[in-house]
Nanobody, 117 residues
Framework: QVQLVESGGGLVQAGGSLRLSCAAS????????MGWYRQAPGKQRDLVAT????????YADSVKGRFTISRDNAKDMVVYLQMNSLKPEDTADYYC??????????WGKGTLVTVSS
């Protein structure tokens, strides 16, 4: 089992910045890819960014150049999402995601990001 706890969401004005954190605990030794997804009201959950254990990153086109994902592979594994130049359309619940090398996937409970215009 892997537990994921997100933090860092909140209300920010357009053009501002936020940093989300996701702390993983439990069976983290087999963690492979970690990432962030988001879901706006009435819409499907979409990929924001992922990062592999080796540091390879992948971003949705809508956030490239504005968001940066990083991870700390130390004992207390944490993945971060630095969000700059935020837009109202970035408003959503942001979910941390972790995939084990076996393919099993875990989700956090989400943290709300609201960007006002």
């Amino acid at each position: 089992q892997v537990q994921l706890v997100e933090s860092g969401g909140g209300l920010v004005q357009a053009g501002g910045s936020l940093r989300l954190s996701c702390a993983a605990s439990g069976n983290i030794f087999n963690l492979n890819v970690m990432g962030w997804y988001r879901q706006a009201p009435g819409k499907q959950r979409d990929l924001v960014a992922t990062i592999s254990r080796g540091g390879r990153t992948n971003y949705a086109d809508s956030v490239k150049g504005r968001f940066t994902i990083s991870r700390d592979n130390a004992k207390d594994m944490v993945v971060y999402l630095q969000m700059n130049s935020l837009k109202p359309e970035d408003t959503a619940d942001y979910y941390c995601n972790a995939r084990l090398s076996s393919g099993v996937v875990y989700w956090g409970k989400g943290t709300l990001v609201t960007v006002s215009s």
